[in-house]
Every structure is written in C-alpha cells, then in structure tokens.
C-alpha cells in the first residue's frame, strides 16, 4: 500500500482517486475550493463532474496543500493545463528530493511553449516528474471500464514503480521512456478533436471524421518528430489511441465545445455551455508557436484558431482545408 496525494478534484482527478483507493492505497484528495471538498466529504461523490461515482469511505478529503503532500510517495497533479504553474509554484514549498509527481493533465503552456512536465520541473525541481497519459475519459475508468494507458518518465525504474501503483484488471498500464512524445500527443489530439466536433456540428459524416483523425495525427506526428519525439509514440496509446477515443466520445469536451461551434456558437459560448476546460482551446494558439518555432505545417489545426480566434466560418475552414494544394500521401515512398 501506498500513500498518495491527488492534486485536483475534478472528473479525472476523482476517478483515478477511485481506482488508486480500490488497488488498496490510501488517498488523501486536495482541492482549492472549499465548497468541493465540503460536497465530497458530505456526500463521497463529485456530483458535478463525476456524478453517479461513489467514493469510498477511506478517502480522505482536504484543502490543505500541505496535509496532501506531506509523506506521500506519489503525488498526482490532475489540476487543468492552465493552472499547472501557479499549483505547481504552491506545492514546492511541500514536496520532498526526489517524491514522485505524475501529472496526469493534458496540454502546453501557451505563453511558454512548454509541456506540462517541463513547467513542472521548472517549479519543483527536486521533483521526479512523470507523465500518465492515453485513451481514458473518467466516466469510464470510474466505472471500472477497461481502459489501457501508458506512464513515460526519464528512468524505468520510476516508470515501473508509477505502473505497479495504477495497474489492475480493468486498467492496463504500459511504460515509455518518451515524455515529450506522451505530452505532445495528449496536447494536440484536443485541438484535433475540436476539429472533429466541428465537422459533426456542420452535419457532416464518417467519411470527414476518419480524415480529419488521419490527417490529424500526421499533423501531431510531423510537429512531435520536429521537437525530439519518437514517431513510435504518436502511433501508440498517447497518440492515435487518445486521439480516436477523443474525436469520436460524447464524453468529450472537446469534441461537444467544437459541435457548438459548428452550429454556430462562438468560442466563449461554447465553452460556458460544456461548463467544464476545455484544453483544447489553450493547445490551439501553443500549436501554432511551436509550428512556427520548428517550421512545419498544421493546416488542420491552423484553421481551427482561425474559427476559434479569428471569427471564421466553419465550414469556409472546412472548404480551405479541401482545396489546398495537390498532395502526395506518404512522401518517402518512392514511385516505381
């Protein structure tokens, strides 16, 4: 057994809070909020963003960051993308040489360019930072779906340790050394799924949504090979795999955001209507300075700031998309 601390609340917080209880640990689950960690003690539910997930009586409840922490042998951040540094910057003071942090959000620091990990690092730097990532929205996993993921840290036996933590029957956990690809591949596969939302909010079909999963992580590839990524990863869990489950699932925020948008609803409207982050929206702008930083093209995801930022019709983005220059697929295979 072991003693865990997890930082956030919300859907995927709670739900791995959940699991890690039910593999025999001892969890103590932090919020900032007052009235969460009040409903949560009250009630052993996070009826707003987990609903009809009870939690278990052993759990423990707090706002204090300090009481989370303290003599815990992982920590696992779960806080959205955009308060990740000013968490992190409040939880250095606590954290011990060398105590596990595994973050489990999902996204790049907009005005930094930098993934979760590195922002981590930056603030914690005595920290051991990994990174737990895949195709698994909370309302599965806390269901005890079977759900595959995979943990990428910068030693095995880290790796190793973080997998044995989480691993059960319904939820499989694979290892990798490539953090950065995890990372990029769990970013990016949002900005795509707005895309894919939008298609579906125009009434389009299938036929759009295979090439827009297609097209789209060959976009996320081409930028996370330029920035020292290994392909392998991007056609793995936290690649292909994160970006299917994300583009097709109603569970999807955002995919349900980018629906709206397609039927019309501006960018802040749509994400009042979700009521939840959507990470997207944040990855979207990361995306493009990270393609101008290493010089490649993202067509898909360029036109999603378009519709996002720019006020442009969807489906203009859409017929743009179509029309642009002739292509070959594949470039290095060679014709006969």
Known sequence: MAKIGMIGAGSWGTALAWLLTNNGHEVT?????????EMLQKDHEQKSKLPGVILQESMQFTTDLEEAIREKELLVLAVPSVFTRSTAARMKPYVSQGQKI?????GIEESTLKTLSEVIEEEIPQADV???SGPSHAEEVGRGIPTTIVVGAHTKETAEYIQNIFMNEVFRVYTSPDVLGIELGAALKNVVALA????????????TKAALITRGITEIARLGTAM?????????LSGIGDLIVTCASMHSRNRRAGILIGKGYSMEEAM??????????????AAMGLAEKYQVQLPIIEQVNAVLFEGKPAAEAVKELMLRDKKIEVSDIPWK
């Open 29 to 37: 689950v932090w919020s900032a909020l007052a009235d969460e960690i």
């Open 130 to 132: 990994a990174v737990l």
């Open 196 to 207: 894919a939302g939008i298609a579906d909010g125009l009434g389009y079909g299938d036929n």
């Open 272 to 285: 009042k209507e979700v009521n939840m982050v959507v990470e997207g929206v944040y990855s979207a702008k």
């Open 102 to 106: 595994v973050n489990v959000a999902k």
């Open 228 to 236: 020292g990524g290994r392909f392998e990863t991007f056609c793995g």
